[in-house]
């Protein structure tokens, strides 16, 4: 049986910077991950972020790509029962056993919003598998937030991406138009020294730092 993992992110791109590394030590492990982005990007980019965003999660292995085109920065707008229900439709066609998504506490709305809604659909029910959750740091967001218990990013699960980070680099390439001169953390030299930071957090080279909603052992 295909072991299915959604990363579920609010724009282009932050699938990459959230998770990239993780995503390809996945899939080198035989995982099926599929990226779901729910909205459009920049709308200036609007054109271009799609074919961009294809590119990017291709360059991972990712199985599948799943555009929500819902309007950039403005997911409040939309009734958070409309949001669920698409993320609950996913969830019925992939049985995922792993969801990656935002941090509850990110400075940006539309990253509070898209926590939200995965939280509601992925609530344990009975007759259903349990699905475990983590929550990943998106740089110029997470870190930028209120230092407080209830907003502050505290990772508690970290991946070592020794061997996949040079992947992650890679396919944030194909994003180059969202990334910034260093040292704004959207940076690539930004999203590397994370990478250190949280690698040395647990004695090894390169690693991602995930927050635990839930976690299932069957």
């Known amino acids: 049986m295909d072991k299915h993992v959604l990363v579920i992110a609010a724009h282009p791109d932050d699938e990459i910077l959230g998770c990239g590394g993780t995503i390809k030590k996945l899939i080198n492990h035989g995982y099926k991950v599929i990226s779901v982005v729910a909205a459009k990007g920049r709308k200036e980019e609007e054109q271009n972020i799609q074919s961009a965003m294809l590119r990017a999660n291709e360059e991972l292995g990712v199985s599948e790509v799943i555009f929500l085109k819902l309007p950039n920065l403005l997911l409040e707008t939309i009734p958070l029962i409309s949001i669920n229900k698409q993320i609950e439709d996913l969830m019925d066609r992939y049985k995922p056993s792993i969801i990656f998504t935002h941090h509850y506490g990110d400075i940006n709305r539309d990253h509070q919003i898209l926590c939200q809604a995965v939280l509601t659909a ?74 250190r930071v949280r690698g040395m957090t647990v004695g090894v080279e390169y690693a991602e730092a995930f927050e635990i909603i839930r976690r299932v052992w069957k």
């Not at 344990?124 to 209830?150: A, M």
């Not at 680099?169 to 001169?181: G, Q, T, V």
């Open 122 to 195: 992925a609530r344990p029910l009975p007759g259903k598998n349990p699905v475990e959750i983590l929550c990943f740091e998106t740089v110029s967001s997470s870190e930028w937030s209120q230092r407080t218990n209830d907003k502050e990013f505290k990772p508690c699960y970290f991946v070592d991406i020794t061997d996949t980070i040079d992947d992650k680099l890679k396919s944030l390439k194909h994003y180059d138009i969202e990334m910034r001169p260093y040292p704004h953390p959207r940076s690539y030299e930004g999203v590397k020294y994370l990478a």
